[in-house]
Structures are given as structure tokens and as C-alpha cells.
């Protein structure tokens, strides 16, 4: 299945990062990885993010803080 659903995956751990992105790769989604918040923030910035699956626990930002920013950004508020 090809698909142009563009999926951002957000884990601090890279096996588990790599693992869900390899999984959804292998499935036809456009797949973006980041390791943290800010880099996550960064690439819904700069692009087009339709699904975002991210750790709830990480250092600095964590998931539920991730969530709100990206929100917010998407609504022209960040």
C-alpha cells in the first residue's frame, strides 16, 4: 500500500523511533523521524505533517507539551 499520508514520529529512544518508522515505512507512509520536541517543532514547521505519533515521556519537552505547540502552530499561533 503506497499512500501520501506523511507520518512524524517523535521518540527520544532511537530503537523505538526507528522501529514504529521503519513499520510504517515498509507500510507506504511517508515517514519523518525526530528524536525530541524542537526538532519535531521544526519539522512541522517547515512541512506538511498528517499524523504526528509521539512519546509521552521525554527530557525537555514531553509529549503532551509536543502536542499543544504543534496545535498551536497549526493554527498560526506558534
Do not use: C
Amino acid at each position: 500500500m503506497i499512500t501520501d499520508v506523511r507520518v512524524l514520529v517523535v521518540d527520544d529512544e532511537a530503537n523505538q523511533r526507528e522501529a514504529l518508522g521503519g513499520f510504517l515505512l515498509k507500510r507506504g507512509y511517508d515517514t519523518v523521524l525526530a528524536a525530541d520536541g524542537d526538532t519535531a517543532l521544526r519539522i512541522v514547521h517547515d512541512s506538511v505533517v498528517d499524523v504526528m505519533l509521539t512519546d509521552v515521556r521525554m527530557p525537555g519537552m514531553d509529549g503532551a507539551e509536543l502536542l499543544a505547540k504543534a496545535k498551536a502552530a497549526a493554527e498560526g499561533l506558534f
